[in-house]
């Protein structure tokens, strides 16, 4: 069994292993800089970079690296060894503040959005010193931004910790209404809860659907599914369950806070969930968690599918983003104390919230945007794609008492449940229900925002999130600072926030076909696709949004949207690309040798005499004849129809995928999942849905 304490964070350069190694001089420095969000001093780098160098040495480490997170769907590293050469033909081991604070990187090879031409090959990294280094695969990893020559942001985590100072900036304006002088800084904290799948990694191998594309374009449904609910929360498989110890093990080492694990809604579907951390750190916590997912299945025999949609038919995979805020001396913002409707600060802040959600629906829903998650969103097991907030019956009985002028308003608290078995202990009943239907709910002292998709950065939506509450607040310390009566000005501008902005609420089923009618009612958006969505990214209004609060250059924007797009763009034609040639040279194959072994059984029958008019084989003979063929002809269309694409115009590619190549891919999708039904189980080319989410044992 593993000494937790012992191994925790045992391959991370902390606050406690500075505080050991680093004088007190440098280390109080540092953590100045660090709070304070201040540029490091060149002297404290080299001290730091030294102390560093020695503690990753003694642990076996002979290389580092600038960890950074660039517009891909994977981390970056490239690996520097400490050796330095002397006159005499030996080396010795060095690391200084230089190498540890700014590395440089090959930047031509990484998405820029025209940002760079491919001859302009110079980008930066930045160390950040607010997430720490730490020891992976024998090396020292430094997480990093990532830049470019000319300033701009060519990653995830820059975007982030503006975002973090800009949140955090006008939290202050508001607080220091309170009269909370004492408070230095406000944060924004993070919990991702990661689902995943796990299937036999042999089974993986022999499906290029999932090796190219992380998802099966084909399968037809097995007799069993997730219908009889009984995977969920169930025991865990022996295979599984070491998996997870490993995996525990190894994010532990790194300070990942792994807390939670559990089998999820679908066969073969799992979930982790670890303990609020500050959002930048949560976001390279939850890149390292991913990778060392599908790294340990690989030592188990397993392959890790983080794949939004890995099944169609079956639950897809999410990643649940627990956001709040918090003051550096340990206060939750959104705690709504013992009577919310009395709690004016809480209030406040919620009404920003809800402001921010309603006025920025759009970027909310691009922020979560991509094609593989265009096939979970709204499937009925996600929240849909029209962006709505859950407060629960206690929040909006205070709400609607604020907008009512309500004085006779009681606040309830909290009751026992009496379940009538009088061994069980007493439960103390929340004051509200959970909505698991919500995109976006209030969970008791944090928002719950359930449109991540399980292979994506927490960073994008965590940006948007940010940025967008930053904003609201921005508007009401504008207008309360210059109040000559703060006190009343601040019920009225809860109370017309909640009145202006109260379409954005809704407690009901946000699945029915009835929410969707609606919300569009309410005039609310429903971005069905990514497609439909990206182009928002870059409107006037979010242009102003973004560059007011200095998150993201317009220039920069506009490099995002490009990028996004073709992302989207090469997504769909490679998943295209791999369906044809799976129809052509598995599917199509396979259906023919199983027409010849049963046309040569009904020839043997008619070489016996046999009266095979009505024959089985016959009948078979003739469905899949022509499901084959129709299979072929839906085939033909998509390869036409790829030939076909604009060449110039991302926008216009990006409909004509949406409009014209995914339906191909479906329509012929229909054809070969039936085929799947009828062709013997020995001639299918490779391992069907039941194969896969019931092989684990």
Same mark, same amino acid.
């Given at each position: 069994?593993?000494? !937790?304490?012992?191994?925790?964070?045992?391959?991370?350069?902390?606050?406690?292993?500075?505080?050991?190694?680093?004088?007190?001089?440098?280390?109080?420095?540092?953590?100045?800089?660090?709070?304070?969000?201040?540029?490091?001093?060149?002297?404290?780098?080299?001290?730091?970079?030294?102390?560093?160098?020695d503690w990753a040495i003694e642990r076996g480490v002979t290389h580092y690296t600038h960890w950074f997170q660039p517009l891909t769907s994977v981390t970056a590293e490239k690996h520097d060894s400490f050796i330095s050469p002397l006159g005499d033909g030996s080396v010795i081991l060095e690391f200084s503040g230089k190498e540890l604070v700014q590395g440089e990187s090959d930047a031509s090879s990484f998405p820029s959005g025209g940002l760079r031409a491919t001859f302009e090959a110079r980008g930066y990294t930045a160390w950040d010193p607010t997430s720490y280094a730490f020891i992976k695969d024998n090396t020292l990893c430094i997480p990093t931004a990532f830049y470019s020559y000319g300033g701009e942001a060519l990653d995830k985590k820059t975007p982030l910790l503006r975002s973090m100072d800009a949140i955090n900036e006008q939290a202050l304006r508001i607080l220091r209404l309170f009269g909370k002088t004492d408070v230095k800084r406000v944060v924004t904290t993070v919990g991702p809860e990661q689902e995943y799948f796990l299937v036999e990694r042999d089974m993986f191998h022999k499906r290029k659907d999932l090796i190219y594309t992380g998802r099966t374009l084909f399968g037809a449904m097995p007799p069993k599914g997730q219908e009889m609910d009984d995977h969920y929360f169930g025991t865990i498989k022996p295979r599984v369950a070491a998996f997870m110890k490993e995996l525990d093990d190894e994010l532990w080492k790194l300070g990942v806070l792994a807390k939670t694990e559990h089998n999820e809604a679908a066969p073969a579907q799992h979930e982790l969930a670890p303990i609020f951390t500050t959002t930048n750190i949560a976001a390279d916590h939850n890149?390292?968690?991913?990778?060392?997912?599908?790294?340990?299945?690989?030592?188990?025999?397993?392959?890790?599918?983080?794949?939004?949609?890995?099944?169609?038919?079956?639950?897809?995979?999410?990643?649940?983003?627990?956001?709040?805020?918090s003051t550096d001396d340990g206060a939750n913002l959104f705690e709504p104390g013992e009577s919310p409707i009395e709690n004016a600060q809480f209030l406040l802040f919620m009404a920003a919230v809800i402001k921010a959600v309603d006025e920025y629906q759009e970027l909310l829903r691009i922020s979560v945007a991509t094609a593989g998650n265009d096939h979970r969103l709204g499937a009925a097991e996600a929240p849909p794609a029209i962006i709505s907030m859950f407060l629960g019956e206690e929040l909006e009985a205070v709400l609607s008492a604020i907008v009512n002028e309500d004085d006779d308003y009681v606040h309830h608290g909290k009751e026992d449940f009496e379940v009538g !078995?009088?061994?069980?202990?007493?439960?103390?009943?929340?004051?509200?229900?959970?909505?698991?239907?919500?995109?976006?709910?209030?969970?008791?002292?944090?928002?719950?925002?359930?449109?991540?998709?399980?292979?994506?950065?927490?960073?994008?939506?965590?940006?948007?999130?940010?940025?967008?509450?930053?904003?609201?607040?921005?508007?009401?310390?504008?207008?309360?600072?210059?109040?000559?009566?703060?006190?009343?000005?601040?019920?009225? !501008?809860?109370?017309?926030?909640?009145?202006?902005?109260?379409?954005?609420l809704f407690s009901g089923d946000s699945y029915s076909k009835e929410w969707e009618e609606e919300a569009k009612r309410r005039g609310l958006y429903n971005l069905k696709t990514t497609a439909e969505a990206l182009p928002h990214f870059v409107s006037e209004k979010n242009v102003k949004l973004f560059t007011k609060h200095r998150i993201f250059t317009e220039v920069e924007m506009h490099s995002r949207l490009e990028i996004l797009m073709e992302n989207y763009n090469k997504t769909v034609n490679i998943e295209a690309l791999t369906a044809l040639e799976m129809i052509k040279k598995e599917i199509i194959p396979a259906v023919c040798a199983y027409m010849k072994d049963l046309g040569e059984t009904a020839s043997y029958k008619q070489g016996l005499n046999v009266n095979i008019s009505n024959a089985l084989e016959l009948k078979i003979l003739s469905k899949l004849s022509n499901?084959?063929?129709?299979?072929?002809?839906?085939?033909?269309?998509?390869?036409?129809?790829?030939?076909?694409?604009?060449?110039?115009?991302?926008?216009?590619?990006?409909?004509?995928?949406?409009?014209?190549?995914?339906?191909?891919?479906?329509?012929?999708?229909?054809?070969?999942?039936?085929?799947?039904?009828?062709?013997?189980?020995?001639?299918?080319?490779?391992?069907?849905?039941?194969?896969?989410?019931?092989?684990?044992?």
């Open positions: 069994m593993s000494n !937790v304490p012992e191994i925790f964070a045992s391959q991370v350069f902390n606050d406690h292993v500075m505080r050991q190694r680093l004088p007190k001089d440098i280390y109080k420095a540092l953590k100045k800089t660090v709070q304070m969000s201040k540029p490091l001093d060149k002297s404290i780098a080299n001290v730091v970079a030294s102390a560093m160098k890149e390292l968690t991913m990778e060392l997912m599908q790294k340990i299945a690989h030592k188990h025999g397993l392959a890790c599918l983080l794949h939004e949609k890995p099944f169609a038919g079956v639950n897809g995979s999410g990643k649940h983003n627990n956001w709040s805020l !078995v009088s061994v069980l202990p007493k439960i103390s009943k929340d004051a509200t229900d959970r909505n698991r239907t919500s995109p976006f709910a209030f969970t008791g002292n944090k928002f719950e925002f359930r449109m991540l998709g399980s292979a994506s950065s927490i960073s994008d939506a965590n940006v948007v999130l940010n940025t967008i509450v930053a904003e609201a607040l921005c508007q009401f310390a504008d207008a309360l600072e210059l109040s000559p009566t703060v006190e009343e000005d601040l019920h009225n !501008v809860i109370q017309a926030t909640i009145v202006k902005h109260k379409r954005i499901l084959s063929s129709a299979l072929f002809t839906k085939a033909e269309k998509l390869e036409r129809d790829m030939k076909k694409i604009p060449a110039e115009d991302v926008k216009g590619r990006a409909d004509y995928y949406k409009d014209v190549i995914i339906p191909d891919m479906q329509a012929a999708r229909e054809i070969a999942d039936e085929l799947e039904t009828l062709v013997g189980e020995s001639y299918w080319p490779y391992p069907t849905y039941g194969d896969l989410l019931f092989g684990v044992k």
